[in-house]
């Protein structure tokens, strides 16, 4: 019942931690890049939903 | 366009914010108990439930998913309707998610107490427990995805994203986690085994830390404390990367927990390099919290509620910084298995986490009340008492982590151990008085809270329904701009919890399958066998009584530990340990090569009173070891539970095991009486003898061929 009995014959464990890196560092690339080309008003709209209370209790 | 009315619900708001001060309570003087224990053994009372291994599951579990846990809900609960101009999308959801919750806690207690417990910390509730969390999550899932779908404001401020991941990794972690087979109605063994256990276990651990301390609270800090402060956030765009950055980050980071152990290396590394990396994030989300701030300084000397805001911000700031540093193998070397780690965590627990809930108290119970806060001047007062705390409560340990690892470390000029273990214990207990001081302090400051919000709630009368208004979702939404990809997820929510599952997934996945893949990862003993009948008995006991707590069996590849302890600690020898026990903390000495170290009646005499044997011990007492005795019914379950997971035992062995124990017991009785010890065969005492006078032995005879193996 053990997993390694299964799928004991992965090679090139390597391959893990250049992946997940590669993973990360392209999505963190595009998001940066998408957060810093982003429209203005957007941003200063979305800063201010917290504030855009019907009840303006604060 | 035609606006609709609706009303908030702040009556669920309100139970939690009631549920995370009632469990805060109980949680910090649970713990401010077991502080007490540490220079006062006496205070475990010699009363089973009141020691240390069965209190601190106790503590850690109450502060942890009692206290932080109902303060996110009642934060939640509060900003996800007002940031979706929903009310929640089921009042009988939110009830049963309010209820359910309060059970689990009580029914946590309960069996904590009682030791029924699955060993694996902060992971310790068993499997019962296990499904009603399950349940009670998917049920707040629902509800909170409900109010998301049915929301009346077209974007998802970014506090939602950080619910949104919280709710879905907490889900995986879970579950992945507390894979058990159950042998009765409250016990089971994890699935998983030694190496593998611990690596999923601190994957949990770590990111239980990550998604249920850190991304809920940093959704509550990007809503209230513009809400305090009045003004939006310092860059909404630098939350954005905060928020992406670290969900990927933090859920490769967990083996920075295993550093030095018998985890495969690489698998260390790469814990490691994903933590140093978690402070750009983590430290982005600091900065934009403080920077917030900005020109409104002098409001900071007025409102109690900024002021604990900034503290959290700023320990926030401080443990994420110390979290990577801890991570730096010559940094863990010194710090692991010290006081270090607890110094570290409660800047986290108490700083970060109870002053966010403060200060989301203090702001919140008033406006839901329809009143004022009663005192500033006792908030405030609150406020200094609970920082003073703080401090009293980490520097000390800081000290005496350091302390004490230089002094294990320390050889005499003739290359002999300078320092005994107990020596090295008995040195820091000034500190940890100084320690339970701190604590206190900080729990005095809640009951300076309490009277608070008692007197405010006394002055107003709870808003149960507050009305508001706001125009429904146009069918076709606005847009600023250019459309974009991210904006594309996050208009879709459905879309936003799939693609943050499998964000959080990949990061868990490649983490974890190579260690489950890889054979030479965990190269076999051939002389590693499975526990027999009463050893098995007596590791259950050792679970049950918490002794991980306080005892690590892991000897680190390190000179002083292979001259205190013994031979250094092999991943193959745990292949049979479900669950590993290799502990995070020595408060005690190391145990991984206890077996065979005394004669066993110095363990009767040792379980009886530590201090016979040990003069100055802090180790509570266990008399009741001596007159339990062990459930033999159980045996043959337990033994084909072991089977399931695939401890080779033979066929038809489950039958067999319990003369193969009484002979095991007898031997043992036999041995005990030469010593002039009179006990029962099947006592808990012997079969907990027969597991200690295990560990570690296998190898023993035969480490030269093993080592000659491994290369």
Redesign the interface.
């Known amino acids: 019942m053990k997993f390694i009995n299964y799928l004991e014959s992965t090679t090139g464990v390597s391959i893990y931690g250049l992946g997940s890196f590669m993973l990360f560092f392209t999505f963190f690339v595009f998001m940066a890049i998408w957060v810093f080309k982003a429209d203005k008003r957007l941003i200063t709209h979305l800063s201010e939903i917290p504030f855009d209370h019907s009840d303006s209790k604060s | 366009m035609q606006?609709e009315q609706f009303y908030?619900d702040n009556r669920t708001v309100k139970n939690f914010a009631y549920a995370t001060v009632l469990w805060g309570i109980v949680g910090m003087l649970a713990g401010l108990l077991v502080a007490i224990q540490f220079y006062l053994p006496a205070a475990s009372f010699n009363f089973a439930p009141t020691t240390f291994g069965r209190l601190r599951p106790v503590h850690t579990n109450a502060v942890i998913f009692a206290f932080v846990g109902n303060c996110i809900f009642a934060g939640i609960y509060y900003?996800l309707q007002?940031?979706c101009?929903a009310r929640m999308f089921s009042d009988l959801l939110s009830k049963i998610h309010f209820w359910g919750w309060q059970l689990i806690i009580v029914a946590a207690a309960l069996t904590l107490f009682m030791g029924y417990t699955t060993g694996k910390e902060y992971a310790e509730l068993e499997w019962p427990i296990d499904i009603a969390i399950t349940l009670v999550w998917v049920v707040f899932g629902i509800n909170m995805f409900g109010t998301i779908l049915t929301r009346r404001?077209s974007?998802l401020?970014?506090?939602i994203w950080f619910y949104i991941a919280t709710w879905v990794t907490v889900a995986m972690l879970h579950i992945v986690n507390s894979f058990e087979i159950p042998f009765s109605p409250l016990k089971s063994y994890s699935w998983y085994?030694g190496v593998?256990d611990a690596l999923v276990q601190w994957w949990y651990g770590h990111n239980a830390v990550a998604f249920f301390l850190t991304t809920p609270v940093l959704g509550l800090m990007y809503?209230f404390m513009?809400?305090a402060a009045?003004r939006?956030?310092y860059s909404?765009?630098l939350s954005?990367?905060h928020f992406?950055?670290l969900i990927?980050?933090y859920i490769?980071a967990g083996p920075h927990h295993l550093l030095y152990t018998a985890l495969p290396d690489?698998a260390q590394?790469?814990g490691t390099v994903f933590s140093i990396m978690l402070i750009a994030p983590s430290w982005g989300g600091m900065l934009n919290g403080l920077f917030t701030l900005r020109g409104a300084w002098d409001k900071v000397r007025e409102d109690p509620v900024l002021k604990f805001m900034v503290v959290a911000v700023t320990c926030y700031g401080m443990s994420t910084f110390e979290g990577p540093l801890l991570s730096l193998k010559n940094v863990n070397a010194i710090s692991h298995f010290t006081d270090w780690t607890i110094a570290h965590v409660h800047i986290g627990a108490m700083g970060w986490n109870g002053f966010i809930a403060f200060g989301m108290l203090y702001w919140m119970i008033p406006?839901i009340f329809g009143t004022q806060l009663y005192s500033k001047k006792l908030a405030t007062t609150h406020f200094w008492v609970g920082t003073m705390g703080i401090v009293l409560y980490a520097l000390p340990l800081y000290w005496a982590g350091f302390t004490q690892a230089m002094m294990w470390k320390q050889f005499t000029e003739e290359g002999q151990l300078k320092f005994q273990f107990l020596e090295t214990v008995t040195h820091i207990i000034p500190m940890y008085i100084t320690r339970s001081v701190g604590g206190l302090l900080y729990v005095s400051g809640v009951f300076i809270m309490v009277y608070n919000l008692v007197k405010t709630v006394k002055s107003g009368s709870l808003v149960a329904d507050?009305?508001?208004?706001?125009a429904p979702l146009p069918k076709v939404i606005e847009t600023?701009?250019?459309e974009?990809?991210?904006r594309w997820i996050e208009r879709k929510p459905v879309q936003m919890l799939v693609y943050s599952f499998i964000?959080v997934a990949?990061?868990g996945l490649?983490?974890l399958?190579?260690t489950?893949?890889?054979?030479s990862n965990?190269p076999t003993i051939a002389s590693v066998k499975p526990y027999t009948p009463l050893e098995l008995q007596g590791r259950d006991i050792y679970i049950k009584e918490g002794c991980y707590t306080c005892h690590s069996q892991m000897v680190r590849p390190f000179r002083d530990e292979v001259a205190r302890y013994g031979e250094y600690s092999k991943a193959g020898e745990f292949v049979y340990d479900h669950p590993f026990q290799w502990g995070s903390k020595r408060t005690g000495p190391d145990l991984a090569r206890i077996g065979g170290k005394y004669p066993d009646s110095w363990h009767y005499n040792h379980m009886f009173d530590p201090s016979t044997m040990s003069p100055g011990s802090i180790m509570p007492r266990y008399p009741w070891l001596m007159d339990a005795k062990i459930d033999t019914a159980l045996t043959p379950a337990k033994i084909r539970a072991m089977q399931?997971?695939?401890v080779p035992y033979p066929v038809g062995y489950d039958q067999q095991a319990n003369a193969e124990l009484m002979a095991q017991a007898n031997k043992i009785k036999d041995n005990l009486k030469k010593d002039k010890i009179e006990t029962a065969a099947d006592a808990e005492i012997v079969a907990l003898i027969a597991y200690l006078q295990r560990v570690g032995v296998d190898i023993k005879g035969e480490q030269k061929a093993q080592v000659a193996s491994l290369k």
Do not use: M
């Not at chain 2, 507050?466 to 706001?470: L, M, N, P, Q, S």
């Not at chain 2, 489950?516 to 054979?519: A, I, N, P, R």
């Open positions: 606006v908030y900003s007002r940031l101009k404001e974007h401020y970014v506090a085994a593998q809503y513009p809400k009045n939006p956030v909404y765009r954005i990367i992406w950055a990927f980050i490769w690489w590394s790469l406006r507050e009305a508001a208004e706001a600023h701009g250019k974009y990809w991210h964000l990949i990061g490649l983490e399958i190579p489950f893949l890889v054979k965990i399931t997971l695939g």
